[in-house]
């Protein structure tokens, strides 16, 4: 995984964001951020072979089954961009306030190259999600129903 297109926007003399390494594991951490920018939107990134896969999600996540939200990925971020919050100075890249507005665990359930499942621990989102690419950068974030409880009856 590579931090260039990430490091090619951004001038870290004068943005507070950081800079950013790739590290080694697989981490099983999570992150949205409102990023009140000229468009506010909310960023959703998973930790995943050392770096943050990221998606920009203009409605948010949903938090209901039967809700699709589009998420346009977007380049990959360094794994300490986690916790940022702060400030992006006008004329920068992203300029305008990230907030945290949640972050947790997540198990991952299905990676496929057009699908992702996964099971997300956060305090504002929890339960079963998947990730689905539609076309170029566009994809669909949703939250799965959960299965219905098999149960076994005498007849
Ligand atoms: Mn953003």
Redesign the pocket.
């Known amino acids: 995984m590579s931090l260039e297109e990430y490091k090619a926007k951004r001038d870290f003399g004068k943005t507070p964001e950081p800079a950013g390494k790739t590290v080694g594991g697989e981490g099983a951490r999570f992150v949205v ?1 409102r ?1 009140q ?1 000229s468009h506010l ?1 909310f ?1 959703f990134r998973l930790e995943v072979d050392g770096v943050l896969k990221s998606w ?1 999600v203009p409605k948010g996540p949903p938090l209901d089954p039967g809700i699709r939200r589009l998420a346009v990925q ?1 380049e990959d971020h360094p794994v300490d961009y986690i916790d940022f919050a702060g400030e992006i100075p006008e004329g920068e890249y ?1 300029a305008g306030t ?1 907030e945290i507005w949640d972050r947790g665990t997540y198990e991952l359930q299905k990676r496929e190259s057009d699908r992702f499942e996964f099971s997300l621990r956060g305090d504002r989102l929890s339960g079963d999600y998947a990730l689905v690419h539609t076309r170029d950068k566009n994809w669909i974030l949703l939250k799965r129903s959960p299965k219905p409880q098999v149960t076994w009856r005498k007849s």
């Open positions: 951020q990023h920018a939107h960023d920009a977007v992203g990230v």
